[in-house]
């Protein structure tokens, strides 16, 4: 599973060296994905904390701590060949969690790039939207987790979690469906 979010914090990932570590953003992510089984610990500090994540990518749209929060189109764009480089090397990826609107075009631009979509048609943001590309590839859509939608109640724990046991049933699901085994049972049924 893949989580794509916005960009580095400035106080968080570009001091800590991990993605969501060390601010609020993380501190509201980690314990759920210590709950949904995706991190060995609720709390994340540094990325010398000893904390694994199992079958889980977390990486971002934009690779640079942007000013007032929001990179600019041009950012994007000229980030966007580390995305593409990232979701090649991920060759068992089957689920992506979009945290954010901007994370959410951020891969449907990816997927536009890369001819896995002729069109945005039918694709737009809501929390809780679940979409699965013509490769394959299932995508859920949330807030993102930071401290302006979880301090306003936008985003709540509840909420949060719903999207992460729902990430983890389709990864479960698809890596079923993908053994030999999983594609024998398939057989058998049809």
Aim: with cysteine; proline share 6%.
């Amino acid at each position: 599973m893949l989580i794509l979010g916005l960009a580095p914090g400035a106080h968080g990932s570009n001091r800590t060296g991990r993605p969501f570590t060390g601010d609020g953003s993380g501190d509201f992510l980690y314990p759920v994905l210590y709950e949904t089984g995706f991190a060995s610990q609720p709390r994340a500090v540094s990325r010398d904390d000893g904390m694994k994540l199992n079958d889980l990518w977390i990486t971002s749209v934009g690779r640079c701590a942007p000013p007032g929060n929001k990179p600019t189109p041009e950012e994007l764009r000229n980030c966007a060949h580390w995305l593409d480089e990232e979701l090649r090397l991920l060759k068992n990826l089957r689920v992506v969690v979009c945290l954010g609107k901007i994370a959410f075009d951020g891969l449907l631009a990816w997927a536009l790039r890369t001819g896995v979509l002729a069109s945005r048609a039918g694709y737009s943001f809501a929390h809780g939207a679940e979409y699965t590309f013509p490769n394959g590839l299932h995508v859920i859509t949330s807030y993102h987790p930071s401290l302006q939608n979880t301090n306003t109640g936008k985003l709540t724990r509840p909420m949060f979690l719903t999207i992460f046991e729902s990430a983890r049933k389709l990864a479960e699901t698809t890596a079923a469906q993908a053994s030999p085994r999983g594609r024998l049972h398939e057989k058998v049924l049809a």
